[in-house]
């Protein structure tokens, strides 16, 4: 009797060992795996956020308005495969993918969803080292940076997109919208009114925003 107890005391150890192995198994497969974790409606009527379960970059942003731009990304070049992409935006834990418009958010959903699954995101290209001020970097731009990061870019990352500061010459600043905010006409037009007006009230008021 005693030798049958211990038979099965030693049964049920082997059958939670299982279980609990398991169990770690499956939850560091998913802890390692990328996965859509929920989808935003963007300005742009063509383009979705998708949001993921982990960062893909920490401080960079990366537009890209064409298939031949993204050569060297394996994560753009592999959204870019699903028929009736044109563009991917990605930074942080979102992706904002733009499509075609006679193409349905159907035809590409759930392919991207199964790409993001199997995606291996060490093959992301790694980040430049963030490095401080340069000399070409003026006083007058690294405001306007400072305020952009502080008051404008969050905005625009809620909405899919993104802002890239192209340049500063004497007065007129040009700026390069991204991801939803790129081919999205409420950004081109009211959103650079708005930033405009920032930007003379905060750092100075002779200050012209152009997009380029």
Do not use: H
């Amino acid at each position: 009797m005693f030798l049958e107890k211990l038979v099965y005391f030693q049964w049920c150890l082997l059958f939670l060992n299982q279980n609990l192995i398991t169990a770690v198994i499956k939850w560091k497969v998913e802890e390692i795996m990328l996965v859509v974790q929920d989808v935003d409606l963007t300005p742009n009527p063509q383009a979705l956020k998708f949001i993921l379960n982990e960062k893909l970059l920490n401080v960079e942003t990366r537009n890209f308005a064409k298939k031949e731009d993204a050569e060297k990304d394996p994560l753009a070049t592999g959204i870019f495969n699903i028929d009736g992409v044109v563009s991917v935006f990605y930074m942080d834990k979102f992706i904002t993918i733009e499509k075609d418009p006679k193409v349905s958010w159907g035809q590409i959903q759930k392919p991207f969803v199964d790409f993001i699954k199997n995606f291996d995101k060490s093959t992301i290209p790694a980040e430049k080292e963030v490095e401080g001020a340069t000399i070409e970097e003026t006083e007058l731009l690294k405001q306007i940076n400072d305020l952009l990061d502080q008051r404008v870019r969050p905005a625009l990352a809620g909405d899919g997109g993104g802002l890239e500061v192209l340049g500063l010459d004497g007065s007129t600043l040009t700026i390069r919208y991204q991801g939803a905010c790129g081919s999205c006409p409420s950004s081109i037009r009211g959103t650079l009114v708005a930033i405009e007006n920032l930007l003379r009230r905060e750092v100075n008021p002779n200050l012209d925003v152009v997009s380029g």
